[in-house]
């Protein structure tokens, strides 16, 4: 009879330590998946950010940088302006099923016209790529939030104070 309690306790004792040890490896396992669902999605973001970086380099060499070459365009003299100009009109619908793409590219429009003093242009363009990577990327995303900084600049420059500090604050929040 004495024999009983003790054996209750050691039996209990090991229930614990088997509860424990299945509690630290479900634990181990929502740890595992959680790692692997974490590093699925930045694999994901990097699979994006490469594919966005080639087509906007593609776009540049032969939407861009090709209208430079003697067999492209008769105009050997042609200005860097003209260029970029041209390039700029073609955008329109290019990208319809790559939004990060024409948003990235938009967003350079828009910093080269702030940059030329063209805020009228440089806004549509920076309107848009907010638009684009909102839609696409998420209002966090740093390529949403690099857009937003060009309007936000674009206005500074344009003397739209008001719309430039709630646009930075909004960026910064």
């Given amino acids: ?3 009983a309690p003790g054996a209750a306790r050691a039996a209990e004792d090991e229930r614990s330590k088997a509860v424990a040890e299945r509690d630290r490896a479900l634990k181990s396992d929502q740890q595992a998946r959680a790692e692997r ?13 490469a594919k966005v970086s080639a087509a906007v380099t593609e776009y540049l060499q032969k939407d861009v940088l090709a209208q430079a070459s003697p067999n492209n365009e008769p105009d050997r003299d042609i200005t860097l302006r003209t260029v970029f100009d041209r390039a700029a ?6 990208f319809t099923n790559q939004p990060a793409v024409e948003a ?14 063209e805020y009228g242009i440089a806004e549509t363009h920076a309107r848009r790529a907010v638009e684009l990577s909102r839609s696409s990327l998420g209002a966090e995303h740093p390529a949403t939030l690099t857009a937003q900084s060009e309007l936000a600049e674009g206005y500074y420059k344009s003397g739209k104070f008001r719309e430039c500090l709630e646009l930075h604050q909004e960026v910064l929040r």
């Fill in 1 to 3: 009879a004495g024999r």
């Fill in 37 to 49: 669902a974490k590093a699925i999605e930045e694999k994901q973001r990097a699979d994006t950010a």
């Fill in 89 to 94: 009109q073609k955008i329109e619908g290019r």
């Fill in 104 to 117: 990235r590219i938009r967003t350079s429009f828009a910093e080269t016209y702030n940059a030329l003093g």
